[in-house]
């Protein structure tokens, strides 16, 4: 069974692009969720998808930030414009629709904003 | 809100020594209870989790953690330390009632000398 995918895994923009992350979850799972690490911080919950709905956006740093579940299987982040601040590693976790279920992570899109 | 302390940044052990990482929780109830793993380049590894019950648990690669509900405590022990075993261990919690996001320690990076 393929695990959660993540593209790219490295991306280096300029302040001021736009920059689309994309997350595949392990087929069947209908929970969604996008986390951030900041360099030297905790990793972070920005939002959870279940299906194509947005539960909880919460941890959305700004509306600088986008986030769609086309269809209820794959996700994309997008950051427009990017700034400074949004460089870190963008990890997403998918998991069942049973109560505590484990999420399991991509390995995670490295972002660089210079 | 729930938290999670991981006092420890960094630890260094000698292969084949014991191990143990600590961590702390703070939440109103008991909550659900991971430790993953990110080894270098890779993404997060779930180790072990504790739901309900026996409050030993059992991981992989031969990791364990213990549960204790008066110290709010979840901290992880292995044996004895391999030099794979060299990687950043987070501690984290979710809230029971639902399939919800999950909050992080800020990481333990162990380093494993010969």
């Known amino acids: 069974e393929a695990g959660v995918t993540q593209f790219p895994s490295h991306s280096v923009i300029e302040k001021g692009q736009t920059v689309t992350l994309r997350c595949d979850p392990i087929?069947?799972?209908?929970?969604l969720y996008w986390y951030r690490r900041v360099m030297g911080k905790e990793i972070k919950f920005l939002l959870h998808f279940v299906k194509e709905s947005k539960q909880d956006e919460s941890g959305m740093p700004n509306n600088r930030f986008l986030a769609e579940r086309t269809g209820g299987t794959y996700s994309t982040l997008k950051v427009q414009p990017a700034e400074l601040e949004d460089s870190g590693v963008y990890f997403c976790?998918?998991?069942?629709?049973?109560?505590?279920?484990?999420?399991?992570f991509g390995p995670g899109t490295r972002l660089l904003v210079l | 809100a729930q938290s999670v302390t991981q006092p420890d940044i960094h630890i260094t052990v000698s292969e084949g020594a014991s191990l143990e990482l600590r961590c702390n929780y703070s939440?109103?109830?008991?909550?659900?209870l991971f430790w993953y793993v990110q080894s270098p380049g890779q993404g997060l590894q779930l180790l072990l989790k504790?739901?309900?019950?026996?409050?030993l648990v059992q991981g992989i690669k031969g990791f364990e953690a213990e549960f204790k509900r008066s110290q709010s405590s979840f901290n992880l022990r292995k044996p004895s330390v391999h030099w794979s075993d060299a990687a950043e261990y987070f501690c984290a919690v979710g809230a029971r009632g639902g399939y919800q996001k999950v909050t992080f320690g800020i990481g333990t990076k162990l380093q494993v000398i010969p």
């Open positions: 976790a998918s998991s069942l629709s049973r109560e505590g279920e484990t999420q399991y």
């Open positions: 939440y109103g109830a008991t909550p659900y």
């Open positions: 504790y739901f309900s019950g026996d409050t």
């Open positions: 087929s069947g799972h209908d929970n």
